[in-house]
């Protein structure tokens, strides 16, 4: 019995460096944002956008972080030498989120989200010049669109699903089916490269 656990024991470690060796993350962005609680606006799909005495800017930058740091991790992985990138941020702050777009060039940074388990999705679009960044973020979790999204791939094959491999659905693909998130936020602000917002 006690052979039998130790064998157990060594199999769970080979297990744990084998996983450690096949996947590193590295950090590759890392911005000090801070966003202006008057920039906010708040968008619902049957009302449109809301009035800014009825915008509660308080519990969003709570809730959402008007002062934040986001991180991009890289994960490297072995499988075909992909590589997969996270975003970690005030609201996704466990593992990350699975990022649908990463673009980094001479004067912008563009990052989307997929959408997440929860059904929430996260943009960014910074002016790496001036810092300027326009955040918006997306609600998806409403009954009726959980029953549209399974209704549509319910209609499809396999081969022509909403989700991609890794069963995530992108901002692309709901716009392309007239998918309307439930709610909006809309930030203003400026990220620079740093930890001090």
């Keep these: 019995m006690l052979i039998n656990m130790l064998k157990i024991i060594l199999i769970l470690f080979y297990v744990g460096v ?14 000090s944002c801070e966003f202006d609680p008057n920039s906010i606006k708040q968008k619902q799909k049957d009302i449109g956008y809301l009035e800014d005495k009825k915008i509660d800017r308080d519990q969003i930058c709570r809730i959402l972080g008007c002062e934040d740091i986001i991180e991009v991790n890289k994960n490297e992985t072995t499988i075909n030498d992909k ?17 649908d777009d990463f673009l980094v060039t001479k004067n912008n940074i563009t990052i989307n989200t ?4 929860a059904y ?3 943009s960014y679009f910074i002016n790496t010049a ?11 979790n409403d009954p009726e669109f959980i029953n549209k999204i399974n209704k ?3 209609s499809k ?7 991609n491999d890794n069963g995530k659905l992108s901002l692309k693909t709901l ?7 439930t709610e909006t936020f809309y930030f203003e602000g400026n990220c620079y490269k740093g930890t001090g917002v």
């Excluded at 084998?18 to 911005?31: A, G, H, I, M, P």
């Excluded at 094959?157 to 989700?163: A, C, N």
């Excluded at 392309?176 to 998130?181: F, T, V």
């Design 18 to 31: 084998f996983s450690e060796v096949k996947s590193k993350t590295n950090n590759v962005l890392r911005l």
């Design 175 to 181: 716009k392309s089916y007239s998918l309307k998130p």
């Design 83 to 99: 590589y997969e990138y996270r975003l970690r941020n005030s609201w996704f702050n466990h593992q990350g989120i699975l990022l």
């Design 120 to 122: 929430f999705l996260d």
């Design 157 to 163: 094959t396999k081969k022509e699903s909403l989700y």
């Design 152 to 154: 549509i791939q319910q």
């Design 130 to 140: 001036t810092g300027k960044t326009k955040r918006t973020f997306y609600r998806f």
């Design 114 to 117: 997929f959408v997440s388990q």
